[in-house]
C-alpha cells in the first residue's frame, strides 16, 4: 500500500514509522518546515522512546521519507492519513477542526485516482461527513471513501501501543474502504488483534467515550484519595482491594495530581461541548472536568500545608513537569497549574525534569532549571515530585535530604512511603491519600 500521512507529531510520526514498518511506502507530510528538515536529517522531533531506530531502519528500507509537499505525497496513494491536532477552540471548548478541514481541502486538490481518505486524528462525531462534503465540494468528481480510524497510542510506549493494540477501530461506509484499511492493518489482523469495524460515527464515538472513561475512572480515584485522607485509610490499598475486581480492573486507579496531557482535558470538554449540542448533556464529563482542575488546585495546598500555609521565600525543588513520564509533552500538564502558582506565592522555584525543559522554559517563566534532582534540592524547603520518572523513583532519599534547608517531600505520585523517607531524615512528608505522619 502507498499511505501519505499528514502531521507528522506525536500521532502522525508514530503512525506513519509503523506503517512503513509494516511494509508499507509510507510519505510523511508536515507544513512545519524545521520538523522536515530534522527527520530528512534522520533526527526525531520529539522524545518517543524506540522511535528514533525504528524510523532510521525504514528509511534505509527506503520505505519512508519525509516531506512539506502535500500534493506530491498524496498524488497515487491508495491512502492518505490525516493526524493534525485538535486542539480546544477558543471559547466554547469544542474541537478546533480547522486544521483538518485545511488539509481535508489541500488532499481534495491532489488527490487522483480512488483514495481512501482517513481520519485518525480525534475528532468529534459527524466530522468525516464534513470532511467527505469538503473534499467533494473541493473536487466534485473525486473518487474516494472517508475513514474514521481513530488512534488510541499512548506517549511514552506509543510504538508498542501502536504495534500491538489493545483494539485497531475502523469506521467505513463502504466495503472497497474497508478492504483497503484491512490491507493496511493486515500485519495487525494476522497476529490476531481485534479490528473493529463499525460506521462513521460509531469509530468517532469510541474514541471520545473511551478517553471520557478513562479520564473519569482516574478522577474517580482522586476524588477517594481525598476522602481517604480524611477517614485514614490508604488510596494504594484501596486501590489494589477495588482493582482486583475483574469488572473494575486494576488500570488507572493511581492517585496523583490530575490528569493533563495532550488528550483527556481536550477531548473531555469537545466530548461534553458535542453532549450540549445534541441536547444529552454528559453530566459525569462535565463534572469530572470541574473536579480534575479542584485536584490540580489541592495540591498547591499540599505544598503550601507543608511549609507552614505560605510558600513565600521558601525554595521549592520540582522533580519532573512533562504531563507523564517518558514524553517531552508538556500539553495541560498539571505542572503548568502547579509551579506558576508556587512562583506565584513567592516561591523560588528549582525545576527538573529529564526531557521537559525544551517546551518548559518557555511555559515555567520564573524557575531554575537544574541538571538533577540533587542540584534542584540543593538548600530547598521542600521537594514536590510532580512526575514519576524513573530517575525520580529511585532517589537517594538521605543524599536529597542532606543538602535540603528543611527536609520536607510533597509526593504527589506516592512514589515514597513515610518509613522511606523518615529513614532518610526527612521532617515532613504528604502523599496523595494517604495520612502520612512522621
Ligand atoms: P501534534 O500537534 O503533535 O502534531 C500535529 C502536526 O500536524 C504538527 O506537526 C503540525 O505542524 C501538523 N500539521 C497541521 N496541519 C497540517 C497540514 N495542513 N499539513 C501538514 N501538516 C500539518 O499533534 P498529536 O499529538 O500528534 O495529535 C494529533 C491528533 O491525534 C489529535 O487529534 C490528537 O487528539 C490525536 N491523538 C493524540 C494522541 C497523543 O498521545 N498525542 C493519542 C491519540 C490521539
Redesign the pocket.
Do not use: H, M, Q, W
Given at each position: 500500500m502507498r499511505i501519505a500521512m499528514?502531521?507528522?507529531?506525536?500521532?502522525?510520526?508514530v503512525s506513519g514509522v509503523c506503517f512503513s514498518d509494516f511494509g508499507h511506502d509510507v510519505i510523511c507530510?508536515?507544513?512545519?518546515p524545521a520538523?522536515i528538515e530534522m527527520l530528512e536529517r534522520g533526527e526525531v522531533p520529539?522524545f518517543e522512546p524506540g522511535l528514533d531506530a525504528l524510523l532510521a531502519r525504514n528509511v534505509d528500507a527506503g520505505r519512508l521519507t519525509f516531506t512539506t509537499d502535500?500534493a506530491k505525497a498524496v498524488k497515487g496513494a491508495d491512502a492518505v492519513f490525516i493526524?493534525?491536532?485538535?486542539p480546544t477552540r477558543r471559547g466554547d471548548g469544542h474541537a478546533d477542526l480547522s486544521?483538518v478541514m485545511?488539509?481535508a481541502e489541500?488532499i481534495a486538490h491532489a488527490m487522483d485516482g480512488y483514495t481512501v481518505v482517513v481520519t485518525?486524528?480525534?475528532?468529534p462525531v459527524g466530522t468525516n461527513r464534513q470532511v467527505q462534503e469538503v473534499i467533494r465540494g473541493a473536487k466534485p468528481d473525486a473518487e474516494f471513501d472517508v475513514a474514521s480510524n481513530?488512534?488510541?497510542?499512548?506517549?511514552g510506549a506509543?510504538i508498542d501501543d501502536f504495534m500491538r493494540p489493545d483494539r485497531v477501530v475502523v469506521g467505513v461506509q463502504s466495503d472497497r474502504a474497508a478492504d483497503v484499511m484491512s490491507e493496511i492493518y493486515r500485519p495487525l489482523f494476522l497476529r490476531d488483534f481485534p479490528i473493529v469495524t463499525t460506521d462513521l460515527e460509531s469509530a468517532e464515538m469510541i474514541?471520545y467515550a473511551a478517553n471520557a472513561f478513562l479520564a473519569v475512572k482516574i478522577t474517580f480515584v482522586n476524588e477517594i484519595a481525598r476522602l481517604c485522607e480524611q477517614v485514614g485509610a490508604d488510596i494504594k490499598q484501596v486501590s489494589k482491594g477495588i482493582g482486583l475486581d475483574g469488572r473494575i480492573g486494576n488500570k488507572f486507579l493511581h492517585a496523583g495530581p490530575g490528569y493533563g496531557?495532550?488528550?483527556f482535558p481536550?477531548?473531555t470538554r469537545a466530548f461534553a461541548r458535542t453532549g450540549q449540542e445534541h441536547a444529552a448533556p454528559l453530566q459525569l464529563v462535565e463534572t469530572v472536568i470541574k473536579v480534575n482542575d479542584e485536584v490540580k488546585r489541592r495540591m498547591i495546598d499540599k505544598v503550601m500545608d507543608l511549609c507552614g500555609g505560605s510558600v513565600n521565600g521558601k525554595t521549592v525543588a520540582v522533580l519532573g513537569v512533562t504531563f507523564k513520564p517518558n514524553t517531552d509533552?508538556m500539553r495541560e500538564a498539571p505542572s503548568l497549574t502547579i509551579v506558576p502558582a508556587l512562583v506565584g506565592g513567592g516561591a523560588k522555584v528549582r525545576v527538573v525534569d529529564p526531557q521537559g525543559r525544551r517546551e518548559g522554559e518557555a511555559l515555567l517563566p520564573g524557575v531554575h532549571w537544574c541538571d538533577d534532582p540533587y542540584e534542584a534540592a540543593e538548600k530547598a524547603d521542600v521537594v514536590v515530585i510532580l512526575t514519576e520518572w524513573n530517575e525520580f523513583r529511585a532517589l537517594d532519599l538521605k543524599r536529597m535530604a542532606e543538602r535540603m534547608e528543611t527536609p520536607r517531600m510533597a509526593d504527589l505520585r506516592n512514589v515514597y512511603s513515610s518509613a522511606d523517607v523518615k529513614e532518610a531524615g526527612f521532617t515532613a512528608y504528604a502523599a496523595v491519600g494517604r495520612r502520612d505522619d512522621l
Open positions: 499528514i502531521g507528522t507529531g506525536y500521532v502522525g510520526l507530510v508536515d507544513k512545519n520538523k520529539i502535500l493526524a493534525v491536532g485538535t486544521y485545511a488539509a489541500e485518525k486524528s480525534t475528532v481513530p488512534e488510541f497510542l499512548r506517549e506509543a474514541k496531557g495532550s488528550c481536550k477531548d509533552d
